[in-house]
């Protein structure tokens, strides 16, 4: 384990990246609860229904943080977003 | 249908806090810990987790770091000393071994990283309750008030305390209502097995014999008053 890396300080936009990736996990867990219970309790269409769609309102929770945290890894310099543009500007 | 997360195992149906302040992720666990015969109830926040936890006495209390008003870290440091033997399941969205080791080293039973199986939450919920079953039913404990139903034993702050039989059964009787006020006619029944007469301070006179006992030279009063109601055992 690399412990350096470990106590190195985060920009605001890795914290900012890493909140998001901890809120996709929220939706995840339902995500795969729900399914998990649908298989093993859902026994009429309805139920089975209304698993899927439980499920599907998750999936939606969990894909608008990955477009985030897209838009966020977009952003850090490494990735040539606007951060290192501003820098470059300030130079 | 469920074995592999039935709690119908338990003597009794388990009383579950979920602290949670993602709501459909509470609410998803609420409903699945029902449909397994469960009573749960569940807060959002850090501050009502602790009032909740102290009011009523739970089995489990499932409870995620990150929450709002009070973090899950610091409410583990205040309930420890208040309730040593609860047991908490801690739910973190955090996956380092360190974060892990944080919650354990807290005071957390167990520690389990989002996104996780809901029937290996079951699975530790069970295990944690199995654990905690066996000493529960024996051992209550209010502050540092421990009443041992099998031992007859009775310790404040480590020190014991002898009572007679009947005195044992008055804390016994308030203890096990710990924080709810409990009426001189309950206490009536559950003592001395016999309906309440108000012309009698059989009760009260009791009830002194066991203040007297857990709460001299205590600066905290455990053992208190309800005027018109009866007694109550709490710490708050």
């Known amino acids: ?91 | 249908m469920r074995e592999a997360g039935c709690f119908a195992e338990q003597k009794h149906q388990p009383h579950l806090l979920i602290a949670e302040d993602d709501v459909p992720l509470a609410h998803f666990l609420k409903r699945g810990l029902q449909a397994d015969k469960c009573a749960v109830d569940v807060v959002h926040d850090g501050e009502s987790a602790f009032q909740a936890a102290k009011a009523s006495q739970y089995d489990l209390l499932i409870l995620d770091l990150n929450l709002p008003k009070l973090d899950g870290m610091d409410l583990l440091r205040q309930l420890r000393p208040v309730l040593p033997t609860l047991p908490i399941l801690v739910l973190t969205g955090r996956s380092r071994l360190e974060d892990r080791l944080m919650a354990l080293h807290g005071g957390a039973d167990d520690c389990m990283v989002k996104p996780f199986s809901f029937h290996e939450l079951t699975a530790r919920a069970r295990a944690l309750l199995r654990r905690h079953g066996s000493t529960a039913t024996r051992c209550m404990q209010v502050a540092d008030l421990l009443l041992d139903r099998e031992e007859f034993r009775v310790e404040r702050a480590g020190k014991r305390i002898t009572l007679t039989p009947k005195e044992f059964l008055v804390l016994e009787c308030l203890m096990t209502n710990a924080r709810r006020p409990v009426s001189r006619s309950t206490l009536m029944e559950y003592v001395w097995k016999a309906p309440y007469d108000a012309r009698t301070n059989l009760v009260d006179v009791y009830v002194k014999y066991v203040r007297d006992k857990i709460d001299a030279g205590f600066p905290a009063k455990l053992l208190r008053t309800i005027r018109g109601i009866g007694y109550v055992i709490t710490d708050d």
Do not use: F, W
């Not at chain 1, 998001?20 to 995500?31: F, G, K, N, R």
């Open chain 1, 1 to 91: 384990m690399n412990s350096e890396a470990n106590t190195a300080p985060r920009s605001a936009l890795v914290e900012l990246v890493l909140h998001e990736l901890h809120a996709m996990a929220q939706p995840l867990t339902v995500l795969r609860g729900t399914l998990e219970l649908a298989l093993l309790e859902a026994q009429t269409l309805d139920q089975y229904r209304q698993s899927i769609e439980s499920a599907l309102l998750e999936a939606g929770r969990a894909a608008l943080c990955l477009n985030h945290t897209r838009e966020m890894i977009c952003a850090l310099p490494e990735a040539g977003g606007a951060n290192k543009q501003s820098e470059q500007k300030g130079n």
